[in-house]
């Protein structure tokens, strides 16, 4: 973990709300809605921590319900009634988030939420979006080899600058992610957080944070068929963030083209 802690800036004092997406996250969701408290408390009054359980089957509801007495109107928790997907679960995430600065991190606990205290400093009025990047990547080798793969392909097609694109460590103004800009149900929404950060006109911050293990469950990102998924997002995202873009562009000046042909054939 840092130890360095920047002190919150003044241009978070409007408030900040804190969300975590989960999905079968029992083991893990308690201890990080009360280390969110924990961290938050002393730096602001202007806080609120919302869980979106998406679908889980296990008990994530009931590892709440002990935190959801003891914190009050500070913890809400909205919940799919099935599982909707990762993009699904941020964009409710965000819908719900009630002040001008978001934070969210995945529910499984290889983030430490208290790292967030690093992130919170460099959020001034220049800045949209603060992204975590990670210093070690502490997963099973196969998965680092498909990470670096996908950040490289992604970098590449989608013109991201973004150091690193899947490390969902995210600190962000709320107009830059309002939910009707955002449209993937899967994993392929980063992309489109990144992109619309970066056409936003703030500058993007990136900060180290620690990485870890997963201790418990397995990741819904690398198997076969959300990797399917995955590709056939990555295709239609790109067609719908790119290609039509590039199209309505080369298109532009033919009007204005068709219109001096039209008055050379008139003399």
């Not at 004092?13 to 990080?32: C, K, T």
């Not at 690193?164 to 489109?192: K, M, N, Q, S, Y």
Request: charged fraction near 25%; hydrophobic fraction near 40%; charge should be positive.
């Amino acid at each position: 973990m840092s130890t360095s802690r920047p002190a919150p800036n003044d241009d978070l004092s409007a408030g900040l709300s804190v969300f975590f997406p989960a999905y079968n996250d029992q083991p893990s969701i308690a201890g990080l809605v009360q280390a969110a408290y924990d961290t938050l408390a002393p730096l602001t009054s202007a806080f609120e921590i919302i869980v979106v359980n998406d679908g889980s089957r296990d008990g994530t509801l009931e590892a709440l319900a002990p935190l959801e007495q003891a914190l009050g109107e500070r913890l809400r928790v909205v919940t799919h009634p099935v599982n909707r997907g990762y993009g699904a679960a941020l964009r409710s995430g965000f819908a719900a988030a009630r002040y001008p600065w978001v934070f969210y991190t995945d529910g499984d606990g290889q983030y430490d939420v208290r790292e967030l205290a690093d992130l919170l400093g460099h959020a001034d009025e220049t800045v949209g979006l603060v992204n975590g990047y990670k210093r070690r990547r502490q997963d099973p080798a196969h998965r680092i080899w498909i990470g670096k793969f996908y950040n490289a392909v992604v970098r590449r097609l989608f013109g991201i600058r973004l150091r690193d694109i899947d490390c969902d460590f995210r600190l962000i103004r709320r107009h830059i992610v309002a939910p009707d800009r955002l449209r993937a149900d899967g994993g392929t929404i980063c992309i489109e957080i990144a992109m619309l950060a970066e056409a936003s006109g703030l500058s993007t911050v990136v900060v180290p944070v620690s990485h870890y293990p997963r201790l418990h469950g397995r990741s819904q990102f690398f198997r076969i068929r959300p990797l399917l998924n995955t590709f056939r997002e990555l295709v239609r995202l790109h067609v719908v963030r790119v290609g039509l873009p590039l199209l309505a562009r080369l298109a532009t000046p033919l009007p204005a083209l068709f219109k001096s042909s039209r008055a050379v054939e008139g003399d």
